[in-house]
C-alpha cells in the first residue's frame, strides 16, 4: 500500500490564484481529514470527511473547499489564495474503529 | 472542546539521557491520547497512543507514556534517548464519545528534540 499520497509536494501561487491540493489513500478508509501546520503552531484541522458524500468543518474552514465523490480522494480547494493560507497541508485518513490517523506526507504551499 | 498544552517548545538532553516531553489535556469527556513525532520535511507518525485500559502505554522506539487521569497528563518517555530521537513530537487528543476522532485531532504545540552528542 503507498498509504496516503499528496500531490504537489510543493507550490508557489500568486495572491488570487486557485489551487486544488490532491490527496488519496489506498487503505479503504472511510474517514478523511485536512489539516494546516503553522510554525510553532501545531496542527489545525481544516476540514473532514466521514465518506463519500459527507464532508464538515473544522476548526478553520474559511477560504478553502473540499468535495468527496470517492472513498479514496480527499482534494481540498483554495479559491483566491492569501498569504495567510502560507502552511504546511497535511492529509490524514482513518479507518473505525481505530482511532489513529494516518498522515501523508505534506504540501508546503507559499502565497506571494 | 478540548485542549493540549505541552510544556516546552524545545527540550535539550545528552545522548543516553531520559527523555521527557510534557503534554497536559483539557477535556469534559473521556480522551483519547497520541503522541505522534515528525521528522524534518515529513508527516506524522504514530508513536503510541491510549484509549482505554492500561495507563501505561509502549510505543515504537522505546517510547512509552503514561495516561494520569487525576493530573490530566499523558507524558512522554524514553529511559535513553539516541541521536536519532531528535525530531518534533506532538500530543493531541480527541474525544471518546466522538468515535474515536470523527471531527479530528487537537494538537498541542509541539516540542523539539534537541539530543546532544
Known amino acids: 500500500n503507498a498509504g496516503v499520497t499528496q500531490t504537489p509536494k510543493f507550490r508557489i501561487l500568486k495572491i488570487g490564484q486557485s489551487m486544488t491540493l490532491q490527496c488519496a489513500q489506498d487503505m479503504n478508509h472511510n474517514y478523511m481529514y485536512w489539516y494546516r501546520q503553522d510554525p510553532g503552531m501545531g496542527l489545525k484541522l481544516i476540514y473532514y470527511?466521514?465518506?463519500?458524500?459527507?464532508?464538515d468543518k473544522g476548526e478553520v474552514p474559511n477560504g478553502y473547499n473540499v468535495s468527496r465523490s470517492t472513498t479514496e480522494d480527499f482534494p481540498l480547494r483554495l479559491e483566491l489564495a492569501a498569504p495567510s493560507q502560507t502552511s504546511v497541508y497535511f492529509c490524514?485518513?482513518?479507518?473505525?474503529?481505530?482511532?489513529?490517523?494516518?498522515f501523508g506526507p505534506g504540501t508546503r504551499l507559499t502565497v506571494t | 472542546a478540548q485542549s493540549v498544552t505541552q510544556l516546552g517548545s524545545h527540550v535539550s538532553v545528552s545522548e543516553g539521557a531520559l527523555v521527557l516531553l510534557r503534554c497536559n489535556y483539557s477535556s469534559s469527556v473521556p480522551p483519547y491520547l497520541f503522541w505522534y513525532v515528525q521528522y524534518p520535511n515529513q508527516g506524522l507518525q504514530l508513536l503510541l497512543k491510549y484509549t482505554t485500559g492500561a495507563t501505561l502505554v509502549k510505543g515504537i522506539n522505546g517510547f512509552e507514556a503514561e495516561f494520569k487521569k487525576s493530573e490530566t497528563s499523558f507524558h512522554l518517555t524514553k529511559p535513553s534517548a539516541h541521536m536519532s530521537d531528535a525530531a518534533e513530537y506532538f500530543c493531541?487528543?480527541?474525544?471518546?464519545?466522538?468515535?474515536?476522532?470523527?471531527?479530528?485531532?487537537?494538537f498541542g504545540k509541539g516540542t523539539h528534540l534537541i539530543i546532544q552528542p
Open positions: 470527511s466521514v465518506g463519500a458524500g459527507i464532508t
Open positions: 493531541a487528543v480527541t474525544l471518546m464519545y466522538s468515535g474515536g476522532g470523527a471531527d479530528g485531532l487537537t
Open positions: 490524514a485518513s482513518r479507518k473505525p474503529p481505530r482511532s489513529e490517523q494516518y
